[in-house]
């Protein structure tokens, strides 16, 4: 890594976000759970989360790349969502809590979007090193679970509220060390956002990451629940949740050579195509060890890959000040309206069968298969840009 990039200092940031995912996403569900939640509440309260990422993303990337400087914003978001949170300590009433989680996921929101184009503008000319980068997050996410899953074998989950609280206050901390590059824009033509939100290669894109995240929905929703249910302790739960994001990492390891070798497109169908077989894995032999180790690893590829791929693309689709609005629209339109969709239907459908959750999760990656063979093809899905 070239020595003008501050390496470690967005690294640092991406490891506590991440860390902080991590302490949320395999434990929130079993929180709620132990505080009485129904899998309906459960899946409703996720799905109020998620679905702040529609607007939320949209609105800091507007302002953020029309009324510099963008680290401002990210550092408001992290101190408010941090602030907001706080209210958690307050009630623990099914409405107060999807307050508060809808007011802290709004300013978290303004974020994580607008750090990764402050990322690639620092490694102008380097991008295919962003996930040597990124790969810090998912070091911080297996941390965060795996020892989380061990404590909380022995320790009261109502401790979850605290532990997340520290980790939003070392965000805004680790924030507060990164400065701004200003964005080398081009301007090789004039072209609109909406004009290039109407080329089919884009929509086709996004509505893949729609599918996809959509897909999600049982995994973060009740993934651990599912498996507490088989009997799993919480020390193996949180290592399988550790085992898919260590695939993750080594695959970031890898990433940047798998750029120069394959096209984006080949990664893109391969990557969906493992996304269909892993939840019918988990579905259908969640009992089983053994497949449960194949189907975490395939992580790697669910998202991984996919979200490798995904900023690669959004870097390549949106230019000429356009930067900041398409990473937001990336995450609203995937981790928002998929995520939050998700999250919705698996709560619905958890009561009735968990397995035709997770059945729906490999249809939809499927059609997302077919969406991105059909449409999503171009010179931009080839070699780098």
């Avoid at 884009?202 to 995994?219: D, E, K, S």
């Avoid at 695939?247 to 996304?275: K, N």
């Amino acid at each position: 890594m070239a020595v003008d990039v501050p390496y470690w200092r967005l690294s640092a940031f991406y490891f506590f976000y991440f860390a902080f995912l991590g302490s949320w996403v395999p434990y929130w569900s079993l929180y709620l759970e132990e505080i009485g939640f129904q899998a309906s509440a459960i899946g409703f309260t996720i799905a109020v989360m998620m679905s702040t990422k529609i607007v939320a993303p949209s609105l800091w990337g507007w302002l953020a790349d029309h009324h510099q400087p963008r680290m401002r914003i990210i550092r408001y978001g992290a101190f408010l969502s941090f602030f907001c949170f706080l209210g958690l300590f307050l009630d623990h009433s099914l409405w107060w809590i999807v307050l508060v989680v809808a007011c802290f996921s709004f300013f978290w929101n303004a974020v994580l979007a607008q750090f990764e184009v402050v990322t690639l503008s620092h490694l102008e000319g380097r991008y295919h090193r962003y996930s040597q980068i990124r790969l810090w997050g998912s070091v911080g996410f297996i941390i965060a679970v795996a020892v989380l899953g061990f404590v909380f074998d022995f320790v009261s989950l109502l401790i979850l509220p605290w532990v997340l609280l520290a980790l939003l206050v070392l965000i805004w901390l680790s924030s507060l060390f990164v400065s701004e590059k200003p964005l080398n824009i081009r301007h090789e033509s004039t072209e609109g956002l909406m004009s290039i939100l109407r080329k089919p290669v884009v929509l086709a894109f996004f509505v893949a990451c729609f599918l996809l995240q959509l897909a999600h929905g049982p995994y973060y929703a009740f993934f651990s629940i599912y498996l507490q249910d088989y009997g799993y302790s919480r020390t193996l739960i949180g290592q399988l949740w550790s085992l898919g994001v260590l695939a993750e990492v080594l695959l970031f390891l890898v990433m940047h050579r798998l750029f120069v070798r394959f096209s984006v497109r080949a990664i893109l169908l391969v990557t969906l195509l493992l996304a269909s077989v892993r939840w019918l894995l988990i579905g259908f032999y969640a009992d089983n060890i053994a497949v449960l180790f194949i189907a975490q690893c395939m992580h790697a590829a669910t998202f991984g890959s996919f979200h490798a791929v995904a900023i690669e693309l959004v870097r390549r689709f949106f230019k000429n000040g356009h930067e900041g609005q398409g990473q937001a629209l990336y995450g609203g339109i995937s981790f928002g309206a998929g995520g939050a969709l998700g999250a919705l239907v698996s709560g619905l459908l958890w009561e009735t069968s968990p397995l035709m959750t997770f059945v729906m999760a490999s249809g939809a990656s499927a059609l997302a298969l077919l969406v991105c063979f059909i449409w999503v093809k171009g010179d931009l899905l080839e070699g780098q840009t």
